[in-house]
Structure formats: structure tokens, C-alpha cells
């Protein structure tokens, strides 16, 4: 049976938090950071009810020491009235576990700190009054999120021999891969802008995407799998409709890839078409040279793209210094943001900055009529996702 919330550090005047009265799986640990004694035990006992083990304390200055002392899935915190108090607990947090997930909890939304807060990695920044349900389902999504990327950098970083049989299986994926085409549309004049170009591959043992990139990082084949989508992107070019850009998905080590820029490579020889995706950016900190790097990328005719704005890490100081053309935002932005005003101010800042540094914003994760017609009232107009159409062979119409 699970435990009921855990206070570490008892707030001011606050008694000990409630427990069920009914047994409960647990879903895991949650810590809450919230100087109001009412507000910390209210949170508490949502999140338990759910089946979260729930630690407390109403001191930021406590955080580095407990999140030392034992491993959460999350971390739920009050952004306080400038934002200070949670912005503080978000570096630390993101200092001590870069995959640790931040939900900021504000009864006075600020466009500034909210900005901030995307900046500095918070998964979400939701607005006061949030249900217990709405911020369960958040934490439950934050932790789940948490839980397979620290499971995916165990596997990658684990100095075990690789599994039995997993080079041949790689080798066999990218024998029998293919690339499906997701469109990206222009809403205002309902018009194709471009195709993302995602990875598939028939091999039956090994058909999705991440399983390809896993075994590829556990053999240290990522440069040879870089080179196997460049190559089969550039393959399908020829039958993409006139006009349309390719969007191509690369990890900051392929920004040192000779084919790249070598004029006789399939790639470059369309670079003019392509935009080069930027995926991973916690690893453009190891990348020598980097704007030398993306100036080249420039000069041979490629536009540069951001991916997962609002996803993790520091994306708009990695806007500043890569100056893309193109910004996604993350579809953790986008779902539901037809019903969060919150988020659509949010979105709408970051559209409207983005627009003064001369850089377009693509949405990405679009599935319903009602966000699409939030981003476009929030100025996004290039959307991508299953509303318009999923990804496929060749070169899909989308629906409008």
C-alpha cells in the first residue's frame, strides 16, 4: 500500500497533510514546493489521491538537498508573485537532473516569467485554479515523460556489451527503412508549406523510430544513421510537390558531417530546399565551433530550424545563439491550448518575439479544430499534426 503525503519540511503553521482513506497504487514521487501552508496541503492531497507519493516543504532553499536525498518524478512548485521563488527551484532542479520535469503553479500569470519559465526547461506553467484532476493528469503526463527519457539515457550510457544480435537488427532497419512525410501547412491561405521526413522502417524486430536511434547510440552508429536519412530524404525529393521545403531532423554531431556541405552529396545538392531540424539540443553545448558551423550550413543553402520550443533546456538561449530561421514549438504548448488562456498569451508572446527576430514559428502536434484556431489567433500560422494529416509514404494532400 502506498504511503499518504510525506512532509519533509513542515510550512509555517500548516498542520500534517491529509491521507486517504482508501489504498491506492503509487504512481510515483512528487515533490511540491509551496510557501502557503493551505495551498502545499491542498496539492498534497490531490496528488496522493491520484496515487502519488507526495514529499513537502515550503522552502526553495530546501530543494537541492532533498531532490540529493532520493529521486522524483516530478517536481510541482508555486512560481510566486514575480515568479522568483519557482524560478529558483527550477535551476535547481534542472541543475541537479536535466530530465527532471518542472510544473509552475501561479495565481498571477506574467507572460514575462512564463517566457522565463519555457527558457529555463518548465514542462508546464499552469494558472490558479487548476483542478485536482487537470494538475494529476499533468503530473502523471510529467512523470511518465521523465520516466522513459532517464530509461532511454540508462540504456544508452550502460557499459554493457550491446544485446546479442542488436547490430545485425540495426543493420537490417536501415536495409528496409523508408521515410514517411508528414505536410506542414500555411493555415491562412490553406497552402503546403513543407514535409517533415521521418524515419520508418519495415524491419519487423526494430520498426520504430526511437528503438533505430537507441541501438544506433548503444553501437555508436549515429553518424552512420544521420547519413542513411540524409541520403533517403534527398531520394524522395524529386517527387515532393514544387515549392514545398523538406524538413530534415539531424543530432548536433551530424552538424560536423562532411556530406553536408560537400556539393556532390544527395543532400546538399538540394540544400536550397532543405531545412536542417536541430533535435537533442542539450548536446549543442559539445558542438566545436558552432556558429562557424551553422554559418557554413548557410552559405552551402540550408535554412536552420529549433526543434521542441517549450520542451526542455534552454531553448531561447540556443535561439540567440544559432539565430535559426525556423522555430517549432513543442506540442506540449500546443495540446489543449484552445482551453488555457494561459497558454495562449504564452504562445502568442513567444510568436510575436520570434517575429521580431525574424524567425517563423511552426506548431507542431496540432490534432484539433479548436487549437488550430488558437495558434492562428495567437499569430502562428505554420501548423503541423494529425488534424492535417498523419505521417505517410510519399508526399500526402493534407485535409484543411
Given at each position: 500500500m502506498a504511503r499518504g503525503p510525506h512532509r519533509i519540511d513542515e510550512p509555517a503553521g500548516g498542520g500534517p497533510a491529509a491521507r486517504p482513506a482508501r489504498p491506492r497504487t503509487t504512481a510515483g514521487a512528487v515533490l511540491v514546493v509551496d510557501p502557503d501552508p493551505a495551498a502545499l496541503q491542498a496539492c498534497?492531497?490531490?496528488?496522493?489521491?491520484?496515487?502519488?507519493?507526495?514529499?513537502?516543504?515550503?522552502?526553495?532553499?530546501?530543494?537541492?538537498?532533498?531532490?540529493?536525498?532520493?529521486r522524483f518524478a516530478a517536481v510541482v512548485a508555486d512560481a510566486g508573485g514575480d515568479g522568483a521563488d519557482g524560478l529558483a527551484v527550477l535551476r535547481?532542479?534542472?541543475a541537479r537532473d536535466p530530465d527532471l520535469p518542472v510544473i509552475l503553479v501561479t495565481g498571477a500569470a506574467q507572460i514575462s516569467t512564463a517566457v522565463r519559465a519555457v527558457e529555463?526547461?518548465?514542462?508546464?506553467?499552469?494558472?490558479?485554479?487548476?483542478?485536482?484532476?487537470?494538475?494529476a493528469a499533468a503530473v502523471a503526463e510529467a512523470a511518465?515523460?521523465?520516466?522513459?527519457?532517464?530509461?532511454?539515457?540508462?540504456?544508452?550510457?550502460?557499459?554493457?556489451?550491446?544485446?546479442?544480435?542488436?547490430?545485425?537488427?540495426?543493420?537490417?532497419?536501415?536495409?528496409?527503412?523508408?521515410?514517411?512525410?508528414?505536410?506542414?501547412?500555411?493555415?491562412?491561405?490553406?497552402s503546403v508549406y513543407g514535409y517533415e521526413g521521418l524515419l520508418r522502417s519495415a524491419e519487423p524486430l526494430m520498426v520504430r523510430p526511437d528503438e533505430m536511434l537507441l541501438a544506433a547510440r548503444v553501437l555508436g552508429r549515429l553518424p552512420e544513421l544521420g547519413r542513411v536519412v540524409r541520403e533517403t530524404v534527398a531520394a524522395t525529393a524529386e517527387e515532393a510537390p514544387p515549392g514545398t521545403l523538406l524538413f530534415v531532423n539531424i543530432h548536433p554531431w551530424d552538424l560536423h558531417a562532411e556530406d553536408l556541405t560537400d556539393p556532390r552529396a544527395p543532400l546538399a545538392r538540394i540544400a536550397s530546399r532543405v531545412v536542417l531540424e536541430i533535435?537533442?539540443?542539450?548536446s549543442l553545448a559539445d558542438v566545436l565551433g558552432l556558429r562557424d558551423r551553422v554559418a557554413s550550413l548557410r552559405?552551402?543553402?540550408?535554412?536552420?530550424?529549433?526543434?521542441?520550443?517549450g520542451a526542455g533546456y534552454a531553448g531561447l538561449a540556443w535561439?540567440?545563439?544559432?539565430?535559426?530561421?525556423?522555430?517549432?514549438?513543442?506540442?506540449s504548448l500546443v495540446r489543449g491550448i484552445?482551453?488555457?488562456?494561459?497558454?495562449?498569451?504564452?504562445?502568442?508572446?513567444?510568436?510575436?518575439?520570434?517575429?521580431?527576430?525574424?524567425?517563423?514559428?511552426?506548431?507542431?502536434?496540432?490534432?484539433?479544430a479548436g487549437e488550430r484556431d488558437a495558434l492562428a489567433g495567437a499569430g502562428c500560422d505554420l501548423l503541423q499534426g494529425w488534424l492535417f494529416g498523419r505521417p505517410r509514404r510519399g508526399f500526402p494532400t493534407p485535409r484543411f
Open positions: 498534497a492531497r490531490d496528488l496522493s489521491l491520484a496515487g502519488f507519493e507526495v514529499a513537502c516543504t515550503a522552502s526553495g532553499e530546501a530543494v537541492p538537498r532533498l531532490l540529493g536525498a532520493r535547481s532542479a534542472r529555463l526547461g518548465a514542462y508546464r506553467y499552469l494558472v490558479r485554479p487548476v483542478g485536482g484532476q487537470a494538475l511518465g515523460a521523465c520516466e522513459e527519457a532517464r530509461a532511454v539515457a540508462e540504456r544508452a550510457d550502460c557499459p554493457r556489451p550491446p544485446p546479442p544480435g542488436l547490430a545485425e537488427r540495426l543493420s537490417r532497419a536501415l536495409g528496409n527503412r523508408w521515410i514517411a512525410h508528414q505536410p506542414i501547412v500555411r493555415w491562412s491561405d490553406r533535435t537533442e539540443r542539450s552559405r552551402a543553402g540550408y535554412r536552420i530550424a529549433v526543434d521542441d520550443l535561439i540567440a545563439e544559432l539565430e535559426p530561421d525556423l522555430v517549432k514549438l513543442d506540442r484552445h482551453l488555457d488562456p494561459a497558454r495562449t498569451r504564452l504562445v502568442r508572446a513567444m510568436v510575436g518575439l520570434c517575429r521580431e527576430l525574424g524567425i517563423q514559428t511552426v506548431a507542431e502536434g496540432v490534432e484539433e
